[in-house]
């Protein structure tokens, strides 16, 4: 193809110049029918390239559940090639209803590039899949990424493995009433009703602190580690990138500490001080977050970074409460995808779930949200996790907190909320409202 066998098109989609014809037995040049499609991604998503992909990877990974609206996997490498994820990460790609013709498929594209602002592609039932990205590589290198994600699918499914769940373990199935199998669905995440179980959340989302692991365990082992390591683990990695990214976030966090006038915060020497000066002044300020129970990024970064350290030697285990497990074990078997949402970093929280007497818990895990959502006491960021999660309604998703004002947040956003009550948890509000449990057996 060259550049004159191309139609140039404006952004209203009008034709500024078009092929000239070719003689026989060549066709009179035709503009794509994808070409308003196409605009959708440019102008919805500020594309610089749209891709339109019949591979048979894509259509048959539409088929494989004819009535779900979503295609999802995580846990795969190639994850790492869609923009905006992550190997642990879940990804979610809508999917759309085909049409006799393709731009009868305008506004419905349009409705899950607006329901879906993460994704940066649509599937088409029985059809294929449009991808876009920032230029023709990016757009380029995730389609082979997608398509490379969706073959994997279909021989995992081929094989009765689960691809959407974290360890791609066998697709499970829960028995009931005596004769009957009750199928668990995976899409809607709910139990058939002639099985009389009671229907799970589709999505539950998880704190740490004094809902999966003791407050003790936070307050008198993980802070304390890290701020008695600060200095030795900054001394010992100083000029590592990992550790300068980390005293730029806290140069930063400083820097508005000082003009807020917030208590305990100095100033760091310039960059060109000497190590011992700068070190110093980190740790007086590092100290002083610590103290002061501060939920901010600069800070759970660093953290998690000294308790890795921490975690590799066997100096820290992580400790989650006797009956997390089992509930865990028994979500992820009912098809519920379960993420957790602490202020402690996605390193801290994986390191944590990864290494507790009870073995590594990640492979019940989907995801994992931190600060870099926003605030937990704040509405926008539970619809941000909404989003993220893709569900159709928020209030499928259930939280799980020993914070009041974190329930008040996520109620507000439309998730379903439930206190947790666990030994050395704070008071709760009289007639706050909301349910409580002692125990993740009783969900």
Known sequence: MEPEDMYVLSGDGAIISSPSPKTYPHKPPKCSDCAPLFMKAYHMRNAGAVIHSHGIESCLATMIDPHSKEFRITHMEMIKGIQGHGYYDELVIPIIENTAYENELTDSLAKAIEAYPKTTAVLVRNHGIYVWGDSWISAKTQAECYHYLFDAAIKLHQLGFDWSTPDHGPIQSVKGVPGVDCNVSKKARTIDSNCNLKPLPRCIVLDIEGTTTPISFVMDVLFPYAQNNVERHLSATYASAETQDDIKLLRSQVEDDLKQGVIGAVPISSEDSEKEEVIAALVANVEAMIKADRKITALK???????????????????????????????????????????????????????????????????????????????????????????????????????????????????????????????????????????????
């Open 301 to 443: 970064q660093l953290q998690g970074h000294i308790w890795q350290i921490g975690f590799e030697n066997n100096e820290l285990k992580g400790i989650v409460f006797d009956d997390v497990p089992e509930a865990l074990e028994k979500w992820h078997a009912s098809g519920v995808k379960v993420y957790i949402y602490s202020s402690g970093s996605r390193l801290a929280q994986r390191l944590l779930f990864g290494n507790t007497k009870f073995g590594d818990l990640r492979k019940y895990l989907s995801g994992y949200f931190d600060t870099a959502v926003g605030n937990k006491r704040e509405i926008r960021s539970y619809a941000e996790i909404t989003e993220t999660l893709g569900v159709e309604k928020p209030s499928e998703i259930l939280f799980l907190t020993d914070i009041y004002q974190e329930a008040i947040a996520a109620k507000a956003a439309g998730l379903e909320a439930i206190i947790s009550i666990r030994p050395g948890n704070g008071p709760l509000p009289d007639n706050h409202g909301f349910k409580t449990i002692n125990s993740f057996s009783e969900i």
